[in-house]
């Protein structure tokens, strides 16, 4: 119930709508919320729609605390938005 309530909002259904953009991919391994599996279909998307992304993979921590350590304590999202010229 849950997948088809979110269907409109989920970047695999959009694919077309992001096109025209550059894309930070953040996935966890451990993640209990998001399964890597799914990312890792949504990556494959992509490709195949060869849409530019940089994708940054934790391998040890769950969705909070690599978020935390992503959008916090790494400086992955303000380099990336720096050598993709979005600031």
Do not use: A, C, M
């Not at 025209?20 to 998307?45: A, C, T």
């Not at 992509?46 to 959008?71: E, P």
């Amino acid at each position: 119930r849950l997948k088809k309530s979110w269907s409109g909002i989920s970047p695999s259904n959009n694919i077309k709508n992001i096109k025209k953009h550059q894309l930070l991919v953040f996935l966890s391994r451990n993640d209990d919320f998001v399964d890597f599996k799914n990312g890792e279909k949504f990556i494959r998307k992509l490709k195949k729609n060869k849409i530019r992304h940089k994708l940054i993979v934790d391998n040890v921590f769950g969705h909070y605390i690599s978020g935390v350590k992503n959008l916090i304590l790494s400086g992955s999202i303000e380099k990336f938005l720096l050598e993709t010229n979005q600031v």
